[in-house]
């Protein structure tokens, strides 16, 4: 079971870039990194998935190292309504496993 | 293309009773995934349905149960409610049965209140 660890909450400042780090020491060789945002009474929307090295997308970039044991989602130029809860999920292949959110990182982000 | 729908939106019911949660994934998706998220938690996996089958379930009791029909849809059942089956319950959907690389799209869920 991969599990995951995040800080609990984050502050940032609009315009600036924030980086949400995310452990998994014990992924498998099959597990994917999937980012989603959740705001209040609403499901959570997919940001970013990768397998390695740096994927990156319109909203976010996804920095996985070699050994794949950490991953950073990173958010360019934040703004107000990037203010949310980040769970990083680790997908494990063939089987539920993975199907383990954590209490995900609360970012705030200020004027 | 639509995205997952939940019904109802909230439901408020008393101790002891029964509530039915209904999810419609995304058109060509066959996995169905259910989530309980009490107030300032996080997402606890209830149960994965992929064509037809329940694939897997968390630690939850038996009385959580659920089924997917022939066009995907499903529809968790909580039997016997209590107070602190007070949740938002979400459904999610995926492309393939197998969890792999395959991303889930979520619903906003019912808002389960139980007085």
């Known amino acids: 079971l991969a599990k995951t660890t995040q800080p609990i909450s984050m502050d940032s400042y609009e315009g600036q870039e924030v980086n949400i780090t995310c452990s998994h020491n014990?992924?498998?060789?099959?597990?994917?990194i999937t980012w989603y945002q959740q705001f209040p009474s609403q499901g959570p929307r997919f940001i970013i998935q990768g397998y390695k090295t740096k994927v990156t997308n319109e909203v976010a970039s996804l920095f996985i190292p070699a050994d794949r044991k950490s991953s950073t989602l990173s958010l360019p130029r934040v703004s107000l309504s990037d203010t949310a809860v980040y769970y990083c999920l680790v997908e494990a292949g063939g089987g539920a496993d993975g199907l383990t959110f954590g209490k995900g990182t609360h970012l705030i982000i200020q004027p | 293309e639509a995205g997952v729908t939940q019904s109802p939106t909230h439901l408020i019911k008393t101790r002891g009773q029964q509530a039915t949660l209904r999810c419609s994934p995304i058109?060509?998706?066959?996995?169905v995934y259910w989530y309980q998220q009490a107030l300032g938690l996080g997402l606890q996996f209830l149960l994965w349905y992929d064509e037809g089958e329940e694939r897997n379930r968390g630690n939850f009791p038996p009385r959580f149960s659920g089924r997917q029909f022939p066009n995907y849809s499903s529809e968790l059942n909580v039997n016997a409610l209590e107070l602190e089956d007070s949740a938002l319950y979400l459904c999610a959907s995926s492309l393939w049965g197998v969890v792999s690389n395959q991303p889930q799209h979520f619903g906003d869920g019912t808002r389960l209140s139980i007085l």
């Open positions: 014990n992924i498998a060789t099959n597990d994917y």
């Open positions: 058109s060509g998706h066959t996995s």
